[in-house]
């Protein structure tokens, strides 16, 4: 299944931005599925964004014209650029692989393989 890792998250302002990076190994970043997730405390994990093998990228609607997937090949990494953040989007943040697409891609529990996570921490 490969291994995923997480990092980049921190203590950030309102408003401000961070980027989140997903190294993999033994997984391919261009020819795999990618997800992201976020789990606040005493919440369910919930669906960020994720990519598809076929370079198609899917969003949250709460984080539509905030957030973008972008990666780079020659460092097998998935990146989850977040902008205008909110306290509300306090929380842990996972990647997740699977070999075959679902659309259920939403749902957390599809996803097979996923990262230790990084906590993302939006506050003044």
């Known amino acids: 299944q490969g291994t995923l890792v997480e990092s980049g998250g921190g203590l950030v302002r309102p408003g401000g931005s961070v980027k989140l990076s997903c190294a993999a190994s033994g997984i391919g970043i261009s020819t795999g599925n990618i997800g992201w997730f976020r789990q606040a405390p005493g919440k369910d994990r919930e669906f960020v964004a994720a990519r598809r093998q076929n370079g198609a990228t899917y969003y949250a609607d709460s984080l539509k014209g905030r957030a973008a997937i972008s990666r780079d090949n020659a460092k097998n990494t998935l990146y989850l650029q977040m902008n205008n953040l909110r306290p509300e989007d306090t929380a842990v943040y996972y990647c997740?692989?699977?070999?075959?697409?679902?659309?259920?891609?939403?749902?957390?529990?599809?996803?097979?393989?996923w990262g230790q996570g990084t906590q993302l921490t939006v506050s003044t």
């Open positions: 997740a692989s699977r070999t075959n697409w679902n659309v259920q891609y939403y749902r957390a529990d599809v996803w097979s393989n």
